[in-house]
């Protein structure tokens, strides 16, 4: 049994697999205090609510964008857990070639979501992962990860929104009655919803042509059936891609 783990500056995402069977898995918010006893404990907690014995675990594989917390969850892995993670970077075999022009800037999580997007659904395709950021991968028909954009998130944008005025409340971002907001909640909850839908859907089809030949949409993370309920730009949800890359390169990578 394999222990999925993305660390992300906002959720820290947490799957079980039997085999390619994704199991129980959490979002969790990313707490940057806590401590690796702290994470440790919390593991535990998770895997007893699965009905699952540590000894049980076969691997771990880890990923994360957050430096100073991928220490503390590789200490709570090794303590807790009695497993080293394999931890995903560029070195890593993950059946995507990385063309970016410093291959060690990629994310680990853009990584993985491109590793089981070629595996999965196959290539050319575009990811676009609704998360701190809204990250969009493009992946060539050679499955070559050539790059992207990224953008705020936006649960992101709706803080700094909030953060910058003095009249705007905070809201919840969500699919307002109308386009056109008729008081102040639901204006600001057109501009970010509807904001990104039509974001999505521009982003998409510029990239589909620079890309070219019929290309595959993806859709990923906390807020991707949120977002792409509006729009028929995707082809698929999967909301928990990135847990799914993790299986795929812990798999390649495996002694």
């Known amino acids: 049994m394999l222990l999925a783990i993305d660390i992300g500056n906002t959720n820290l995402t947490i799957g079980l697999f039997q085999g390619h069977l994704l199991g129980s898995h959490w979002r969790l918010g990313t707490d940057h205090h806590r401590m690796p006893d702290e994470y440790g404990l919390q593991l535990l ?15 771990i594989c880890l990923s994360s964008v957050v430096p100073q917390l991928t220490s503390r969850l590789v200490d709570s892995c090794r303590r807790y857990l009695s497993q080293d993670p394999l931890i995903v970077g560029p070195d890593l075999k993950t059946g995507v070639t990385i063309l970016y022009h410093s291959p060690a800037a990629v994310g680990p999580d853009r990584i993985a979501d491109a590793a089981a997007t070629v595996y999965l659904y196959g290539a050319p395709a575009i990811v676009v992962d609704f998360g701190t950021a809204t990250t969009f991968n493009a992946i060539t028909a050679a499955r070559e990860y050539l790059g992207g954009a990224i953008a705020p998130g936006v649960l992101t944008a709706a803080d700094a929104l909030t953060e910058h005025t003095s009249r705007l409340p905070k809201i919840d971002v969500m699919r307002p009655p109308n386009v056109i907001g008729r008081n102040t909640v639901h204006a600001m909850q057109s501009g970010l919803y509807y904001g990104y839908v039509a974001l999505v859907e521009g982003m998409l089809v510029r990239m589909k042509t620079e890309l070219g030949g019929e290309v595959k949409t993806i859709a990923t993370g906390g807020l991707a059936e949120l977002i792409a309920q509006e729009t028929n730009a995707f082809d698929v949800i999967s909301p928990w891609l990135t847990l799914e890359g993790l299986r795929i390169i812990w798999e390649m990578n495996r002694k």
């Open 45 to 59: 907690g998770l895997l007893e609510h699965a009905e699952v014995q540590p000894a049980e675990l076969t691997g």
